[in-house]
């Protein structure tokens, strides 16, 4: 069981992976999970949008699409993570980058623990982890 870092048609972001992974395994834990297979594959909004369309008939950009293979308390997944949409989102919402991807990369981890975000007052319950999850980020990865 391992989580793995992957970039498709862009560079790796600068993230300090074994704590970037203990910190995933923790919040992971505070739901009653464990950490199985996670990928996490960074690349462009091109490349997001083709994934959208191609498995989810989507056609539109966004900054996450996660795959859910999770299996009883064993949470996996491949997490597709387009940085451009991170970058614009950063800006948008006067954030850090660094905070911002961070952010991004826990989602994808709470969609696998059980949290929704599209019915009516959902969105405001996955900020609120998301906001718990950032709170103990170590603080080696919060440098950016």
């Not at 996490?40 to 909004?45: A, E, K, L, W």
Request: net charge negative.
């Amino acid at each position: 069981m391992a989580i793995a870092f992957y970039a498709e048609d862009i560079e790796l972001p600068n993230i300090k992976k074994r704590a970037v992974s203990n910190w995933i395994k923790a919040v992971a834990e505070t739901y009653g999970k464990k950490a199985g297979d996670i990928s996490y594959i960074f690349c462009s909004d091109d490349k997001i949008l083709e994934v959208n369309r191609q498995y989810l008939q989507h056609d539109y950009y966004t900054d996450i699409i996660t795959f859910d293979y999770t299996s009883g308390n064993k949470i996996s997944g491949d997490l597709f993570i387009s940085l451009d949409t991170v970058k614009t989102n950063a800006e948008q919402f006067k954030t850090p980058y660094n905070e911002e991807l961070h952010r991004t990369i826990i989602h994808g981890i709470l969609h696998l623990c059980g949290i929704n975000d599209k019915g009516p007052g959902e969105r405001e319950i996955m900020e609120e982890n998301e906001n718990k999850a950032l709170a103990i980020l170590p603080e080696e990865c919060r440098e950016g």
